[in-house]
């Protein structure tokens, strides 16, 4: 089943597959909603040879070091988020306080 997926399935190489995940970053006009579903995307392929927590985990930390907000990206990291969601939310709400209080 290996051969047939190896021959058929994934055109890409892992490797290409990573190197294409590590150089992701979130564009300037892109929605922080896009970029999350870039990461989990691209990290897929990168990591499909590992268990699914691990892409995920992998995909969660890229987000928030990705994100143009630096600060809010540091928050949600420190976090620790389960889900691409909820690193979603916690750069999300990082961003509404830090405009509340900032103006």
């Known amino acids: 089943m ?6 058929f399935g994934a055109k890409e190489l892992p490797e290409t597959s990573r190197a294409k995940f590590q150089q992701a970053s979130q564009k300037a006009d892109e929605a922080l909603e896009d970029r999350a579903d870039r990461d989990l995307t691209l990290a897929t392929p990168a990591f499909r040879h590992l268990p699914e927590k691990h892409c995920s985990r992998e995909a969660i930390s890229k987000f928030c ?4 907000d630096k600060e ?3 928050h949600a ?17 990082h961003q509404y306080i830090t405009q509340a209080i900032d103006g």
């Open 72 to 74: 809010a990206g540091k």
């Open 65 to 68: 070091q990705g994100c143009i």
């Open 2 to 7: 290996r051969k047939l997926e190896g021959r």
């Open 77 to 93: 990291c420190f976090e620790q988020p389960r889900t691409i969601q909820e690193a979603l939310d916690k750069v999300r709400h």
